[in-house]
Nanobody, 129 residues
């Protein structure tokens, strides 16, 4: 029902910048709450930034403390795309970054149905010192 495609990862030196994009597509008319997570091999996936009602039921845009002031989340609902602009990158930001989207989709019965916990394939970010 919901498909996510991330792009924008890459390799940069410390202090550099990258902008990740996540495009959502669906077979219906859907609205999305989007967020970004990251995972390092051997560690749990952690929330980074965005709107995730499992993190904040009020649907506010949140950031993990380690990226505040450096990363900016944004979302363009007109094109179902979420972004994560990352500046002043540090080696500890290196990870696979995943887009997550929780969708509310209009069904053929005109009821709005939730399709939550959709994940992209991940995009690698590598920051060298």
């Amino acid at each position: 029902q919901v498909r996510l495609a991330e792009s924008g990862g890459g390799s940069v030196q410390a202090g550099g910048s990258l902008k990740l994009s996540c495009v959502a597509s669906d077979d219906s008319f859907c609205t999305y709450d989007m967020s970004w997570y990251r995972q390092v091999v051997g560690q749990e996936r952690e929330f980074v930034a965005g709107i995730d009602r499992t993190v904040d039921p009020d649907g506010r845009t949140l950031y993990v403390d380690s990226v505040k002031g450096r990363f900016t989340f944004s979302q363009d609902p007109t094109i179902n795309t979420g972004y994560l602009e990352m500046t002043s990158l540090k080696p500890e930001d290196s990870a696979i970054y995943y887009c997550k989207a929780d969708a509310l989709c209009l069904s053929y019965t005109t009821a709005w149905l939730p399709y939550n916990d959709n994940w992209g394939q991940g995009t690698r970010v590598a920051v060298s010192s």
